[in-house]
């Protein structure tokens, strides 16, 4: 049983930057594929970002594509997304997840473990 937990979440005008870091637990970091998702009030949870295994492949979607940056540190077992130049359409509550295909891939059905989330709200 993998346990994930994120933080970093807040409020912050619209431009500027949060990093949001989830920390793994009870399971092999390393053998995972991790994904960032996110849930708008009143919106289906969506795909953000995903990172492969050791971290050489990476995929965004387009909304945050030149904006986010995905990384993972496999001896921390942590898994970090920079947000920067954010917008009011950012604000959300965000979700690590696990996926034990290790793949990267966007659709949640594949991720296998969650975090609680943490909360971003960008104000205009």
């Known amino acids: 049983q993998v346990q994930l937990v994120e933080s970093g979440g807040g409020l912050v005008q619209a431009g500027g930057s949060l990093r949001l870091s989830c920390a793994a637990s009870?399971?092999?970091?390393?053998?995972?594929?991790m994904g960032w998702f996110r849930q708008a009030p009143g919106k289906e949870r969506e795909f953000v970002s995903g990172i492969s295994l050791r971290g050489g492949v990476t995929r965004y979607a387009d909304s945050v594509k030149d904006r986010f940056t995905i990384s993972r540190d496999n001896d921390k077992n942590t898994v970090y997304l920079q947000m920067n130049s954010l917008k009011p359409e950012d604000t959300a509550v965000y979700y690590c997840?696990?996926?034990?295909?290790?793949?990267?891939?966007?659709?949640?059905?594949?991720?296998?473990?969650w975090g609680q989330g943490t909360q971003v709200t960008v104000s205009s």
């Open positions: 997840a696990a996926n034990l295909l290790a793949n990267v891939v966007a659709s949640r059905d594949h991720y296998d473990y």
């Open positions: 009870g399971g092999t970091f390393s053998r995972y594929a």
